[in-house]
C-alpha cells in the first residue's frame, strides 16, 4: 500500500476498530442471547459503597438488556424512598420504573405470576435490604431461568455485612452464574 495512504489510515480512528457487523449477525446476537437464556438462568452482582454509581450501572445493564429484545423489570426496597417508590433513581437523576415491595418473596404474586412469567431479566436495586435476596435469586435463575442483575451495598458503614444470605449470594454469585 502506498506510504502516505497507509498513514493517513493509521491516525483516522475508524480504521483502529474493527467496522461493525452486518446487519444479519446483529440479529444473530440477539438470537443467541435468547437461545442462551432459554438454558440457564443468571445472577450478577453489582456491589460497593454508597454514591459508587452502582445504580447506574444497574440501569445501564437493564437499558441493554432491553435493547437486545429482551423483556425487563425492575424491583427495589420499599424500605429506600429516598427519591419515591415508583422509579429506581441515581443520585444524578436518572431513573427507570420499578416496583417497590418489602420483601423478594411477595414480589411475584405482586405482579402476578403470568406478568412474573413473561419477564427475562429482572432487576433488582438495594438488593442489602432484602433477607430474602439469595432464596429469590436461586429460584428465579435456577427454576424460572431468569437473568438476574443485582445492585447492592458491599457493607454497611461499620464495614460489616449483618445478613447471612446476602454474603452467601454475594460470595457465591459465580458458583450460580450459569446454572
Ligand atoms: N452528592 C452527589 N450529588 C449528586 N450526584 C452525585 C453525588 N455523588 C455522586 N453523584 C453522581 O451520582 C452517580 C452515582 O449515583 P448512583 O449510580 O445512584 O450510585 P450508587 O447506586 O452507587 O449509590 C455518580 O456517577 C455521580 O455522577
Ligand atoms: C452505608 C449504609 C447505607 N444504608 C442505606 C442508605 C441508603 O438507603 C442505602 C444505600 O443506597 P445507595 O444507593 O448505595 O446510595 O443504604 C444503611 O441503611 N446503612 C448503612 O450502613
Redesign the pocket.
Do not use: N, V
Given at each position: 500500500m502506498e506510504k502516505g495512504k497507509r498513514d493517513r489510515e493509521i491516525s483516522n480512528p475508524l480504521f483502529s476498530f474493527p467496522p461493525p457487523p452486518p446487519p444479519s449477525l446483529l440479529l444473530m446476537d440477539v438470537a443467541a442471547v435468547r437461545l442462551r437464556s432459554s438454558f440457564h438462568g443468571e445472577v450478577h452482582v453489582i456491589i460497593?459503597?454508597?454514591?459508587?454509581g452502582?445504580?447506574t450501572a444497574l440501569l445501564r445493564r437493564i437499558q441493554s438488556e432491553r435493547d437486545n429484545g429482551r423483556s425487563v423489570v425492575m424491583v427495589k426496597s420499599s424500605?429506600?424512598s429516598?427519591y419515591g417508590l415508583d422509579c429506581v433513581v441515581?443520585?444524578d437523576g436518572k431513573k427507570m420504573p420499578c416496583f417497590a415491595v418489602p420483601n423478594l418473596s411477595t414480589f411475584r404474586a405482586h405482579i402476578g405470576h403470568e406478568t412474573y412469567n413473561k419477564f427475562d431479566v429482572i432487576g433488582i436495586?438495594?438488593g442489602?435490604?432484602f433477607e430474602d435476596l439469595y432464596d429469590f435469586c436461586c429460584e428465579a435463575a435456577d427454576i424460572d431461568k431468569k437473568t438476574i442483575i443485582i445492585?447492592?451495598?458491599d457493607?454497611?458503614?461499620?464495614r460489616y455485612y449483618s445478613s447471612k444470605s446476602k454474603h452467601n449470594l454475594y460470595n457465591s454469585s459465580k458458583l450460580i452464574t450459569f446454572c
Open positions: 460497593g459503597p454508597m454514591f459508587a452502582k445504580t424500605k429506600d429516598r441515581t443520585h436495586d438495594e442489602q435490604f445492585a447492592g451495598l457493607g454497611d458503614y461499620m
